[in-house]
């Protein structure tokens, strides 16, 4: 049988004409594949013969497209920083169509770094491998850990020149998405009162996203329900690993509730509610802590945006999207003291307590720099009777370890008062506490080497995380934090 290239889809081409512009990629000057992720090619339905051919590669860097595809930048508009953008849209992507995988659902397959298209506002529409190799480790990393998120197939170096403060090699991301609407996606239409398209996408985002919703009685009201649902579990998911995206602006929040847009973003060695990566993020708008909040924030500018279409009368409109909105902080604290219970070992319910007691354990880790990732993986090897003497690889990463042993005799009173076989217990926090996360200062090691034409830090991280919550006993120091030589306090948005 002769390789085969994908059968595309293209919905969003099918949408009026104001929703896109048509783009043709740059051609690359000496195309080579870097990495290419079989087995989501595998999930895709993409033959991976046809992805390793000519023609592939082609595809993947954007030099040729393949019959079928199409070749689009997404209009989109949207919140930087608080600050209100009216054009934003594909400066750096070009969406070459939709397939539909073995688990039935469509997504996009987008070119991320294929040169500049009429959003560019300037850019140069291009992408070099530090940022392309950032994404894909950590995408999939992310994938792994099972948090939604866009995923990275293969990553492909241009050949080509990329200028930022030196001169660095071009590089291109293919992404993949269940689609690449965002809430900037939303405003862009209703910023220009263009009631007619915003119907046309929020059909469209039903349709592909939210069936469920075309029932409801008011199916926008629903959908903005659904995409709340979706952003705080999303969102808390985030908080319960230590994940901070770095650039939470609203036109980098899908509706699909899938993370998206793996610029500054890094995970937090030690525990701060505070800290932050981005360098451009002065005032610590995205800091962890700020997460849950600033996602209600872009939720509730998603909510005005569909204000038109949610009711003729104005008023009922703005009453019903406010009471979804007043929902999403309740919605976060249940969903986040949900998530960290199970990260202590706990099954049953007792809300009260255990916020409190959550909380505690919190505020000691970050008065004793304690690692976030290690402190919870040591917890599930505790066994349920202990104290000092057993509990070394919990207490051991506090500056006072005493103020560890304080938090475990309550946490161990609670443990009592849940009828739960030990072995359980620590399997189940197994499942829940990852071993492994992509560590920003193993994930810059891995770009430094790739700069110097070695990939084999790449896959062996890769192939690390690509079993986060198994120990990996060979693999230890993959789970180490960074020495004071080795910390990175600063990542850069990925342009
Ligand atoms: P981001 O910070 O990656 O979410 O991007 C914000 C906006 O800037 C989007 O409209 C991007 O398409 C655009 N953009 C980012 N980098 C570039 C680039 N190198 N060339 C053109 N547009 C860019
Ligand atoms: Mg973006």
Redesign the pocket.
Known sequence: MTAQSPTFHNSYTQLPDRFFAHVAPARPHAPALLALNEELAEALGLDVEWLRSKEGLAMLSGERLPNGAASIAMAYAGH?FGGWVPQ??????ILVGEVTGRDGFRRDLQLKGAG?TP???G?????WLGPVLREYVVSEAMAKLGVATTRALAAVSTGGDVIRETVLPGAVLTRVARSHIRVGTFQYFSARRDVEGLKALAYHVIERHYPQARQAENPYLALLENVIDAQVDLVSHWQSIGFIHG?M?T??MTLSGETI?Y?PCAFMDDYHPETVFSSIDRGGRYAYSNQPPVAQWNLAILASALLPILNDDKDLAVADAQALIDSVSPRFDAAIVERFRRKIGLDDERAEDDSALIADLLSRMAANMVDFTNLFRALGKLPDEGGPHTDAPARDLFVDPTAFDQWAESWRRRLGRQGRAEADRKSAMDAVNPAFIPRNHRVEAMIAAALNNDLEPMQELMDVLSRPYRDQPDKANYADPPTEQEHVTATF???
Request: charged letters at 25%; glycine letters at 24%.
């Open positions: 930087q934003l849209g594909d400066g750096r992507a500049p959003f560019s506002r850019g140069d529409g291009l992408a650039v602006n036109d980098n847009d610029g948005c990925g342009t």
